[in-house]
């Protein structure tokens, strides 16, 4: 079992940023490629970003390309989504998402977090 918290989520005004944190517990954190997805209201849950185990493989969907970086520390269980000059468009919830391969389907992910929201007003 791995458990996973996302924190970092809040209200901020277009062209803001902020920084997502997901914090993992149980098996080792380092075996896992970890991935961020978001899921706004009526929407499908949709893949934003994955990280390889040793971060050597990092792969983005094509509309935050150049606005987010997705990160991850081994050494704090840790995975991070850098988020700047955000727009109205990027209000979701926001997962975090282990699995034991690269993938961007959802059901490839073995753990999830709970989520965090992010809300960007104009």
């Known amino acids: 079992q791995v458990q996973l918290v996302e924190s970092g989520g809040g209200l901020v005004q277009a062209g803001g940023s902020l920084r997502l944190s997901c914090a993992a517990s149980g098996r080792t954190f380092s075996g896992y490629a970890m991935g961020w997805f978001r899921q706004a209201p009526g929407k499908e849950r949709e893949f934003v970003a994955h990280i390889s185990s040793s971060s050597g493989t990092i792969y983005y969907t094509d509309s935050v390309k150049g606005r987010f970086t997705i990160s991850r520390d081994n050494a704090k269980n840790t995975v991070y989504l850098q988020m700047n000059s955000l727009k109205n468009e990027h209000t979701s919830v926001y997962y975090c998402?282990?699995?034991?391969?690269?993938?961007?389907?959802?059901?490839?992910?073995?753990?999830w977090g709970q989520g965090t929201q992010v809300t960007v007003s104009s």
């Open positions: 998402a282990a699995s034991k391969g690269l993938a961007t389907r959802t059901r490839l992910y073995n753990y």
